[in-house]
């Protein structure tokens, strides 16, 4: 069959579909994880070899191949060192409530990390952000032990 020659009909059938799942996080990210919870703060992990601060945590540091050893205690403020406004709707699914148009997410590195965070941002208006701008963790009163009990990052002024 010819798709040039012949055109198909697309057959459409919406469906909603409420799966639950679970995955083992590993030892480090389930440290991140309790720590976000229990204590509300962001963890990370030095590289004994080249003193990197990797955030997200990580077994191996990717730069120089080493274990990473010493848990560190970063952020909550960071610099943006990336970020793009988002158009599209979207249910933020931590909070079950439509995210407003536009919103932004941006690479966070978070003070005394080395790596970056991809998160959600406050800010969404494509003319207010901006490489370099501050920002600080916004953490939810009850707190689960996931990324999301980190709500989003907003904008500060120092």
């Not at 962001?42 to 848990?71: D, H, K, S, Y």
């Not at 932004?104 to 406050?122: T, V």
Request: hydrophobic residues 35%.
């Amino acid at each position: 069959m010819n798709r040039n020659r012949e055109r198909e009909e697309l057959i459409r059938i919406p469906i909603q579909m409420n799966l639950q799942y679970r995955f083992p996080a590993g030892v480090h990210y389930e440290r991140f994880f309790r720590e976000l919870k229990e204590i509300g703060r962001i963890m990370g992990v030095r590289c004994p070899e080249c003193e990197r601060v990797l955030v997200p945590p990580r077994p191996v540091c990717g730069e120089c191949f080493t274990r990473t050893g010493e848990w560190v205690e970063v952020g909550p403020k960071g610099t943006v060192v990336a970020h793009t406004s988002i158009y599209f709707p979207f249910i933020d699914g931590s909070t079950g409530k439509a995210r407003p148009i536009p919103y932004g997410a941006g690479l966070i590195q978070l003070d005394g990390a080395y790596s970056a965070i991809n998160h959600i941002l406050e800010e969404g208006d494509p003319d207010k952000l901006h490489i370099g701008m501050r920002v600080e963790a916004v953490l939810k009163e009850e707190r689960e032990g996931n990324i999301g009990d980190i709500l989003y990052f907003k904008t500060i002024e120092e």
